[in-house]
């Protein structure tokens, strides 16, 4: 009988209609993937273990086996997060897809075998398997996983006796767990997305419907306390703001198979977080590596965000057929809903997030477009980097400049390499990191970014922000970020300050081409694309490092990097252009600084009050005005190389004749 009220409930419980369908669906358009989902749960079946899958958050390149008994506590290195990712088991769910493909017995059999030697060895005392966020990832995975198998005979009563008892364990403590920390944490998202899964997929009881209840209570307070009102996650993490959508997006198309009704926050801000997600990706798809994230495709979630609110924007920015990882979610039913679904590109290519403040622009929604990020916001607490003013670049397909990522949580050289100020494309004063790591989640010396700025149109994209990082040092840093569409991007950092200073920029470029050049200009070139720089400025010295790059847990990649050095005493500014063309083009890139005058006064500005450049690339010709503070005293416009404006960031399109007025980013 306990089989029967394991699988008794009704098909609505379930992430999918019939299991057999969807696999036949998946190997007619998903050969590959198929088969190396197959191949994935060979190695499971087999005990050898490694995290690879989609959303691991901890990836792991080598594989552990064991010959014997499993020790669900083994720790193969100096990390643990391997012993916490083993202990989420997301992949049971590929020895359950392996089952639906090809029916073979030994998937559901290593599930049974592993899932009650889990239960027989792991206590519920045990502090490395049972923290609340792999409690709640089990009930997540273990409760897709044993939906595969309900028609396999591996599936006794007795093993669905320990299957629902460990269920319920699992949901009595979590239901012990409400405080502060996992209201604020993506922990209690986590925990109690999985809690909200049991209590809607356990034979109902009235304490099954409890489990739902208070789940679902939870999580809305989770929801308005973590997801800002843009649709951010308040951890500054691409990866976890998905894993945390990932969590909701369970819950929401649960609760509307099932006919619960959850808080009204609950679908709105969950869409947001789509729309977030959407806006936020790379060209190419990917999160980018902003704080603790890793470069993942993010598809499938919007895929699963097209399908539940049948939101063609999405679709657009999602797969046209859902794909495999995403198929098993969504359902044959819905499958054949999504395909009825218009896909339509979103309303506008750039976006300001001001609450989380990060600011995006791009070119066009096509794969090869320009693309940048801006970032001006806050830490973001343990998983957020020292990345204020970070700027990352995209074009053609590939990352130009990128961020390094994190390599790994393990507290020492490496984490701190990768969380430190000069691992991103910013600005650093006197050798000072903005933020101090004391151990791996804690920073002292906290900050606050300020004059967050945004402006778009069809031809130009203005963003900027400072921060008061060096505040106690005399220093206010702030950069503007001006994009000339669709293919030149302008980085003006002024720094106000008070007494002598040295500062140094960093940008870091990928390693899939090479970086040339020295003194004021450089030229980065790939198989796709080429990037050219240079910069302007008084006395400014450069040189090529040695960088790094971690795209994925556990794997890191040496790269190259632009440091440049500089002094000032008092105010100081530094332009730097970035020219983007295909690799195989060859456009000269000329930057000329002009003076500016008044044009009632007849007198020349100081630097410290607005300063121009003109930047010829091919046939565009550009002068662009930038105040760094007011000008205009009693009544003044500007000149500048011809040019008559008046505005704090005015652009003239020279290749256009334009001459008077131009377009005033920033008044």
């Known amino acids: 009988m306990s089989k029967e009220k394991l699988f008794g409930q009704s098909h609505k419980n379930l992430y999918f209609d019939d299991p057999f369908e969807l696999a036949q669906f998946a190997l007619a358009n998903f050969p590959d993937e ?155 998202v986590l925990a109690n997305h999985g809690l909200f899964m049991a209590g809607v997929m356990l034979p109902e009881t009235d304490r099954s419907k409890e489990y739902a209840k208070e789940s679902a209570r939870r999580l809305s307070l989770e929801l308005q306390m973590q997801v800002y009102r843009d649709g951010t996650h308040w951890e500054q993490s691409p990866m976890y703001h998905n894993e945390v959508l990932k969590c909701y997006l369970d819950v929401v198309v649960l609760a509307k198979r099932n006919n619960i009704t959850l808080a009204e926050n609950m679908e709105r801000q969950v869409k947001d977080m789509c729309y977030f997600s959407m806006y936020s990706a790379k060209p190419d798809h990917h999160e980018i590596c902003m704080g603790d994230s890793d470069n993942v495709d993010q598809r499938d979630l919007l895929t699963r965000g097209a399908a539940h609110y049948q939101d063609a924007f999405l679709k657009s920015r999602g797969y046209d057929v859902p794909d495999f990882d995403s198929l098993w979610d969504i359902g044959m039913d819905d499958l054949n809903e999504y395909a009825k679904l218009k896909s339509e590109l979103p309303p506008c290519t750039d976006k300001a997030f001001f609450d989380s403040n990060n600011f995006y622009m791009r070119s066009s929604w096509d794969d090869e477009a320009t693309f940048t990020h801006f970032h001006c916001g806050t830490l973001g607490a343990g998983h957020g980097h020292s990345d ?59 900050t606050r970014g300020i004059n967050q700025r945004f402006f778009s149109n069809e031809k130009y994209g203005y963003t900027e922000g400072g921060h008061l990082g060096y505040y106690s040092s005399g220093i206010y840093m702030n950069r503007r970020v001006i994009y000339l569409k669709p293919d030149i991007i302008v980085l003006v950092d002024e720094l106000y300050a008070a007494g002598d200073h040295k500062y140094n920029q960093f940008f870091h470029f990928n390693n899939a081409g090479e970086l040339s050049g020295s003194a004021d200009k450089y030229v980065y070139k790939s198989q796709n694309v080429k990037a050219k720089m240079h910069v302007i400025g008084n006395d400014i010295s450069s040189c090529t490092e040695t960088s790094y790059i971690s795209r994925h847990y556990n794997r890191e990649d040496e790269s190259k990097m632009v440091t440049t050095s500089f002094s000032g005493s008092g105010f100081t500014s530094v332009f730097t252009v970035f020219a983007l063309s295909d690799a195989d083009v060859d456009k000269e890139l000329v930057v000329t600084k002009h003076p500016v005058t008044s044009t009632f006064k007849s007198r020349v500005f100081e630097d410290k009050q607005i300063e121009a450049i003109t930047i010829k690339f091919g046939d565009e010709h550009y002068t662009i005005s930038v105040a760094h503070e007011e000008y205009a005293t009693p009544t003044d416009t500007f000149n500048t190389d011809g040019c008559v404006g008046f505005g704090n960031c005015v652009v003239f399109d020279r290749s256009a004749g334009e001459t008077e007025i131009g377009t005033v980013l920033l008044w």
Not at 44 to 59: G, P, T, Y
Not at 90 to 95: C, G, M, P, Y
Not at 96 to 107: I, N, P, R, S, V
Not at 397 to 407: I, N
Request: glycine share 4%.
């Open 388 to 446: 204020k003013l970070h700027v990352d670049i995209f074009s053609r397909g590939e990352d130009v400049l990128v961020d390094a990522g994190r390599y790994t949580y393990v507290f020492g050289e490496d984490r701190v390499k990768y969380k430190e100020t000069k691992a991103h494309n910013v600005l650093m004063a006197d050798d000072k990191d903005i933020y101090v790591c004391m151990d791996s989640w804690e920073c002292s010396d906290l």
């Open 34 to 188: 198929c088969a190396e989902a197959i191949s994935t749960a060979d190695d499971v079946a087999a005990q050898r273990f490694k995290f690879n899958l989609r959303w691991d958050m901890e990836r792991t390149w080598e594989y552990i086996t064991f010959e014997d008994e499993i020790d669900w506590l083994h720790q193969p290195g100096n990390d643990p997060e391997w012993i916490f990712a083993f202990n989420r088991m997301a992949f049971w769910v590929t020895l359950g897809q392996a089952y639906a493909l090809t029916k073979d017995e030994k998937y559901a059999e290593a599930f049974v075998k592993q899932m009650v030697g889990w239960v027989k060895t792991v206590p519920r005392t045990n502090e490395s398997a049972w923290r609340s966020i792999e409690v709640g990832l089990r009930l997540d995975y273990w409760l897709k996983a044993v939906q595969y198998f309900k028609d396999s005979p591996a599936i006794t009563d007795e093993v669905a006796e320990i299957f629902i008892g460990s269920i319920i364990d699992h949901c009595e403590f979590l239901m012990g767990i409400w405080n502060h920390y996992n209201l604020m944490s993506n922990w209690g």
